[in-house]
Each structure stands twice: as C-alpha cells, then as structure tokens.
C-alpha cells in the first residue's frame, strides 16, 4: 500500500501522426514507464543546473529532453510490429502529460508534444 499519494502524476507515451496511441512496449521493447524514467534524467540534467526541479520545467527543456530521449528510442523500433497496427503509420509522436487532483478531480493538462520522427 502506499503511505502517501501525490497529487500529481505523469505520463509519456507515443501514438503515430493522427494521435492514435500506440503500444511502447510492442513497438520499442521497452516500457513507457522505462521510458518516462530515460526522459526525466535527461530534463535533470536540464533543469537542475539552473536550480529548477523538473515540474517547473519549460516547454522547451521538456522538448530538449524529449529530442534527447528520441535519439536513444527511435533507433529501436521494431518495423515488423508497427506493420502488424493496422493503418499507415508515416509517423510516431511521444507525449508528457500531467495529470493533477484538483478540488478533489483529477485535472489532466494538455499533452506536450516532446519527439516526433516521420516513417
């Protein structure tokens, strides 16, 4: 059980050009929540050196970080899984989203775009 829950979690996770979303761990080998981690790491080391925790990051030092987490994750797409989604897919897309508990409701944030790559 947990002792505490914040009051705010996050997500990545990658869809193709039309926002479809679509399974990381199928499509990379690895999971989203892995994947979070990679791009989190790589927004302390945007952030940190300025004295910001990452929740106070700037779209574009989340975009940073999602162009640096593009580079290590695209290269592992596994084209004969993308095949097997049905549609064409000409492109991948990874999304952060916040979600906050605000007044008792879950809030969601708008998705920032943070890696693209076109197929």
Known sequence: ????LDKEADVLY???QTDRVL?????????????????IT???????????????????E???AGAKLGEKL?????PHNLAQMGGEVKGLRIYYKVFTVESGAIATG??????????
């Not at 399974?23 to 791009?39: A, I, R």
């Not at 940190?48 to 990452?54: A, E, F, H, Q």
């Not at 708008?110 to 197929?119: I, W």
């Open 1 to 4: 059980m947990y002792s505490h």
């Open 110 to 119: 708008a998705p920032q775009l943070v890696a693209e790559k076109a197929l």
């Open 62 to 64: 989340r975009s940073a």
């Open 42 to 60: 790589e927004l302390k080391e945007i952030c940190n050196p300025k004295g910001r925790d990452t929740r106070d990051a700037l779209p574009d």
């Open 23 to 39: 399974p990381m761990e199928k499509l990379f080998g690895t999971s989203s929540s892995t994947q979070k981690k990679v791009f």
């Open 14 to 16: 990658v869809t193709d």
């Open 74 to 78: 695209f290269p592992k797409l596994k």
